[in-house]
């Protein structure tokens, strides 16, 4: 079974619809994180979680919210969908001592259109 | 604030040496990262460079010059299956968070 583990895989939604992508992993790690990637943008992140009661914003948090659920679970709403936050979602894990923080173990993904 | 630079494409053959540069701009300095991310998959990590020097690991070696604030992945005997975009990351700055580049495409012609 993978170890980070994403649903859906794929979602296609209107435009003002409320949208949750859910993460789970079986890692045992503290921190989990949301990216977005966009062709040639590379991966920005959107929110992470150094444990269950810490909750950060990263480059790229208007229009989404998170929660951390349990250590092991992180998911990522879209309040209300708008076209422009189609793109690919990857949530990621981490340990959290020097050297582990910068090894994230990704999900496969979640490819989401906002018509 | 971070920023990273990398070469958008580069192509080379089967069974040469490639090399990937990636400079950074960052307040804080923890290390620098790379990444390998196929074509609609999930990116999959491949080196950490917190000192440095080369690190190496089977075909894949990555360097490390802090005062230069400039690091690269060297991929030698390049296989078809490395076709892929690399990205090389960095963690610093006063939130501690990792940075990604927009990746470089790789592409191995045979």
């Known amino acids: 079974d993978a170890d980070v583990t994403q649903t859906p895989r794929n979602r296609i939604t209107k435009t003002g619809k409320r949208i949750m992508l859910e993460c789970s992993q079986t890692k045992g790690h503290d921190r989990m994180y949301w990216y977005r990637q966009d062709p040639g943008l590379g991966l920005r992140l959107i929110y992470y979680s150094f444990d269950v009661k810490d909750i950060n914003k990263g480059e790229i948090s208007d229009g989404y919210s998170v929660s951390r659920q349990a250590q092991a679970k992180f998911s990522l709403s879209l309040e209300s969908a708008i076209p422009n936050q189609t793109a690919l979602y990857f949530c990621?894990?981490?340990?959290?001592?020097?050297?582990?923080?910068?090894?994230?173990?990704f999900g496969p993904g979640t490819r989401l259109t906002v018509l | 604030g971070q920023s990273l630079e990398q070469p958008s494409e580069v192509t080379a053959v089967e069974g040469a040496i490639v090399q990937i540069n990636c400079t950074y701009q960052?307040?804080?300095?923890?290390?620098l990262s790379w990444y390998q991310q196929h074509d609609g998959g999930a990116p999959t990590f491949l080196s950490y460079?917190?000192?440095?020097g080369l690190e190496e690991t089977g075909r894949f070696s990555s360097f490390l010059s802090r005062s230069d604030s400039y690091g690269y992945l060297l991929l030698q005997e390049l296989q078809m299956k490395d076709s892929a975009s690399y990205f090389c990351?960095?963690?610093?700055?006063?939130?501690?968070?990792?940075?990604f580049g927009t990746g470089t495409l790789l592409a191995v012609q045979p």
């Open positions: 990351a960095v963690r610093g700055g006063a939130t501690n968070k990792l940075i």
């Open positions: 960052t307040s804080g300095f923890y290390g």
């Open positions: 460079n917190a000192l440095d």
């Open positions: 990621a894990t981490s340990g959290s001592g020097t050297g582990t923080t910068d090894t994230q173990y």
